[in-house]
Structures are given as C-alpha cells and as structure tokens.
C-alpha cells in the first residue's frame, strides 16, 4: 500500500513553532510545580494568564500551518471532521468518562497526518465548547491537550492491519490516562482545601510536590480517566478499520498535496488554430 501524503504540510519554520508550543504548553500543565498561587497578584492568575499564552501559541501555530500547506480540500475535511466530533462528543458529555471525541482525533490524525491532527484537536474542541457552552479557561488547555493527542497519532510507526489497529488501541487507551493526568494539573492547587494530604502545598520540594499530586490524580480523576481510555479503546478496536478505510479512501481521492496543473482543452486549441 502506498503511503499517503499528509493532508496538511508542516514545513522547517511550522515545526519549530510547534516546537516552541509544545514548550509553553509543558509550562502551561506544570505550572503548580513552577509558580505558586498568588505569585500574579491573586491565586487563580497563572491558570489564567497561561491559558490566554496557549489562545495566543495556538492561532500562532495554526496560522503557520495554513501559510506552509492547507488548500481547500483540507479544509472541507478538517470542517466536516470538525463538526462531526463537536456533534458526538455531547452523546458521551464526560459520563462515567465516557468520551466519544478522542478515537476520531486519534485515526484523522493516523491517516491525514501530524499537522491535520493538531489543527483537528484544537478546532473540535473549540467548535464542541460553542455548541455545549463549554467556554471557560480550562478550553485552551483541551484544547491543547487533544491537538497533541491527535498529532502524536500521526507520529506513530508505520504498520499496517490488524497490527495497526492494535497500535492506534493501545495509543488511545494510553493517551486518554495522559490527558486526564495533564488536564488536572491546572486546577489542582484550587480544588481542595489546604490541609488535605493531597492538596498543593506551595514550598514543597518537587518530589513532595509529585507524589501528592499522584495520590489526588489516583484518588480523584483514575475512574473518569479508566472510563476515557477504555473507551477509545472500544471504539477504536471495533470501528477503528471500517473508519481508517474511509479516511483513506478519501485522502487518496482528495490528493490534498497534488499538483495543480491547468492544460487547453482540444476544442479550445481547435478554435484557435482555425
């Protein structure tokens, strides 16, 4: 089978932005470990500054993404995957975990590749926060966190079949733990009262530091993250190669990074020469 050309190209300068988003985004996650509530003037200042920092990295990459390589045909698709995440993701709304956005993000971003995926990430979760009034400051961070679950799945090594699916199974079980375990680093010093055993206490070394935040992450999010991951691995498992095979489908009659070429049609050549 021939590989694909991804749907989006990430040129040298694209790279590096993502690069340096990447970055600030590893801040934006563990800043409780970096900057102690009240250090900007009152305790929830850093989630909030660093979630307008991740609006402004976003648009940045974005935005060097559709300069380095987007056409029209990408975009129709990243619209209508764009919708079609924003309208399921309701059916699911966090129950139990339960989360029916993530196993789309992980095999568009398989099959159109790592720039399709990120730009996917961040405008489902943007066009689900408008539909189900979800806009607060934790968005940038979903945001963010579903752009790079969906990026590194096109950054997966090549395989094919049955083995393939296991991959992208085994990859969105894992990455539904991940984004749990990141999204709540970024209330975690608001959510508890000080005086818990596993509550953030600024001054801590780091080692302190961590293994509270482990204890509260297992204590608080390890169902809801379970019920995550268990569920793109369902999904993914059962629905994982009939969707592959109509991403595919599509990418190899979209052409996305073909050649446009304009050539005189024989009538018109005819009427001239006469």
């Known amino acids: 089978m021939t590989a694909l050309s991804p749907a989006i190209r990430i040129g040298p300068r694209a790279a590096l ?67 079609v995440n924003a309208a399921i993701r ?29 730009t996917l990430g ?32 096109g950054l997966l090594p090549r395989a094919t079949g049955r083995r393939e699916v296991l991959m992208l199974a085994a990859y969105g079980s894992v990455s539904g733990y991940l984004f749990g375990f990141l999204l709540n680093l970024s209330f ?3 959510s508890l009262d000080p005086n818990s055993s596993i509550a953030y206490l600024p001054g801590l070394p780091f080692t302190e530091q961590f293994q509270r935040y482990l204890a509260f992450d297992l204590a608080t999010s390890l169902g809801w993250d379970t019920g995550r991951a268990v569920t793109n691995l369902i999904c993914i498992c059962l629905a994982g190669p009939a969707v592959l095979t109509v991403f595919r489908r599509a990418a190899r009659k979209a052409r996305f990074q073909a050649p446009v070429r304009f050539s005189r049609s024989p009538e018109r050549t005819d009427a001239a020469g006469a």
């Open 17 to 83: 932005v993502i690069a340096l988003a990447a970055f600030l985004g590893i801040v934006a996650f563990f800043w409780p470990f970096l900057v102690a509530p009240g250090k900007f003037g009152s305790n929830y200042a850093p989630p909030l500054i660093f979630g307008v920092l991740l609006v402004i990295v976003l648009s940045v990459v974005i935005s060097e993404i559709a300069e380095g390589g987007i056409n029209s045909k990408a975009l129709a698709m990243l619209g209508v995957l764009s919708a």
């Open 90 to 118: 309701p059916l699911g709304a966090g129950t139990a975990g339960i989360e029916t956005v993530f196993f789309i993000l992980v095999l568009a971003g398989r099959v159109f590749g790592p720039g399709f995926g990120f």
């Open 122 to 153: 961040c405008t489902s979760l943007f066009a689900s926060a408008l539909i189900t009034g979800g806009v607060g400051p934790w968005m940038p961070y979903q945001m963010f966190g579903c752009a790079f679950v969906s990026m590194l799945a």
């Open 188 to 190: 975690w010093p608001f």
